[in-house]
């Protein structure tokens, strides 16, 4: 059983940088790992993914050149950081843990590729 638990979360100000934790037991750093976000009334979407070596990073096209998706294997940590953040991307992030290896660089990511979840962390930027 993967248990994994977000941290970092908080209220900020438009322009402002902010990380990410997620720390994982289990049996999980020999898959994907990932971070979505979920916005009020939405489904959740895909922000960012890492490949089980963390060698190899996916980038929702809204957050690309902004957010840092890596991994401490040692530490058995998940670390999404946020920069240049815009009200937004205002959400609860979600890390996700057991996504599929095989595609890792051309398919598309979604909720149901990975078994298991964090509780959630809310962010909140301000303009």
């Known amino acids: 059983q993967v ?3 977000e941290s970092g979360g ?3 100000q438009a322009g402002d940088s902010l990380t990410l934790s997620c720390a994982a037991s289990g049996r999980t750093f020999s898959a994907t790992m990932g971070w979505f976000r979920q ?9 960012a993914a890492i ?6 990073t996916r980038y929702a096209d809204s957050v690309k050149g902004r957010f840092t998706i890596s ?5 058995n940590t998940v670390n999404l950081q946020m920069n240049s953040l815009r009200p937004e991307d205002t ?5 996700a843990a057991g996504g599929p290896k095989y595609g ?3 398919r598309a990511w979604f909720p ?6 964090g509780q959630g962390t809310q962010v909140t930027v301000s303009s």
């Open 112 to 117: 149901t590729d990975f078994g298991s979840w």
């Open 51 to 56: 490949e089980w070596s963390g060698q190899s």
């Open 3 to 5: 248990q994994l638990v």
């Open 10 to 12: 908080g209220l900020v």
């Open 39 to 47: 916005f009020s009334g939405k489904e959740r979407e895909f922000v």
């Open 104 to 106: 890792f660089q051309y």
């Open 91 to 95: 959400a609860v992030y979600y890390c």
């Open 71 to 75: 991994k401490d294997n040692a530490k």
